[in-house]
């Protein structure tokens, strides 16, 4: 949700005739109701339309409604996104669970039959009477530390596995949460997006970013019939330089420039943030200008340094209209 100052409504057509409180306290004026609200109390609706987002890329510049909190929110805590991270791991490895109970146990069970062969051993080593025993319990005690070793290592690797997935899952989440501008009026989270766009966050110099922007061009209808969006994100504090071409012949086409390039990061601190876990994360300098893919259902399925390969993007992603319209939403590269 988009967190705003009172400030931010000096922006909004109309001030605020425009706004519908949903919740508020029962005493006082609308403005002290507005004041005493909690942050999860508070609804606008834009011009006093509430309209559900639609899932086509070449609609966004329709009328959206604006959500705010009535003061700075902060960010998701780190422990949230940990919960939501470990559900959906559990979703996407339901067995997980299963395995790494009988891992344990088996665990478990060769330990105890290794300290009962030990004891055995002990015993049959003091009495010269029971010599003969000793190699049937060193046999039961190798195969009780052969259990004990491999069990162990197939639970170490799968409580790896898992880690290494809610890590995955928890920076997609606070990918989610960070927030896009689409004009000087609204502002959405990225999750706003899933099912209805594939971003290619661009991060880098000003200059970087300017060049990408020349070097997407022979692709733009492609990458718009592909769902493509590009979120720049400039390093170096500079805003780049896009150059459109505002003649009536090549109207439609700068139209279309603009709708690909029309995204921009809201909370710019979130965002560098976020950008230079994932470049510490990967082992790369945080100068660094890199790229970004994601899925369609807002996951990662690309990344590297440089810039994007927008010819790859155009032949490896399938249209998101026409007759393969939502059977290849999900072929659109595996999850990194």
């Known amino acids: 949700m988009a967190s705003v100052s009172l400030s931010y409504f000096q922006h909004i057509p109309g001030g605020l005739s425009n706004l519908l409180v949903c919740k508020g306290s029962r005493r006082g004026p609308f403005f002290r109701q507005f004041q005493s609200l909690r942050s999860n109390e508070l609804l606008l609706l834009y011009n006093g339309n509430l309209t559900h987002r639609s899932r086509r890329v070449d609609r966004f510049s329709r009328p959206s409604p604006i959500s705010c909190s009535a003061a700075n929110k902060p960010s998701p805590t780190s422990s949230e996104i940990s919960s939501a991270a470990k559900i959906r791991s559990e979703v996407l490895s339901p067995f997980r669970s299963v395995r790494m109970f009988f891992y344990l146990a088996f665990i478990a069970s060769g330990g105890l039959g290794g300290l009962i062969a030990t004891s055995q051993l002990i015993g049959a080593l003091a009495n010269p009477a029971r010599v003969d025993d000793v190699i049937d319990i060193l046999k039961g005690l190798a195969i009780d530390v052969g259990a004990v070793s491999v069990f162990a290592f197939l639970y170490i690797r799968e409580d790896s596995a898992k880690k290494a997935q809610i890590a995955r899952l928890s920076r997609e ?121 994601l899925r369609m259902d807002g996951r990662v399925r690309g990344s590297g340094v440089g810039y994007p390969p927008w010819n790859a993007f155009v032949v490896q992603l399938p249209p998101v209209k026409g007759i393969w319209s939502g059977l290849l939403d999900g072929m659109d590269g595996r999850v990194l």
């Open 173 to 293: 989440e606070s990918l989610s949460n960070l927030q896009l501008r689409l004009d000087e009026k609204r502002v959405i989270s990225l999750s706003s997006l899933r099912g209805a766009a594939r971003l290619v966050i661009c991060s880098g110099p000003a200059a970087f970013i300017s060049e990408a922007f020349k070097l997407s061009e022979p692709y733009t209808q492609e990458l718009l019939d592909r769902g493509v969006l590009v979120v720049p994100f400039a390093t170096d504090g500079d805003s780049p330089t896009f150059e459109f071409d505002e003649n009536e012949e090549v109207k439609e086409a700068t139209a279309k420039r603009k709708r690909l390039w029309q995204l921009t990061p809201a909370i710019v601190p979130e965002w560098s943030k976020w950008l230079d876990e994932q470049k510490k994360f990967a082992g790369v300098s945080s100068e660094t200008p890199v790229y970004l893919s």
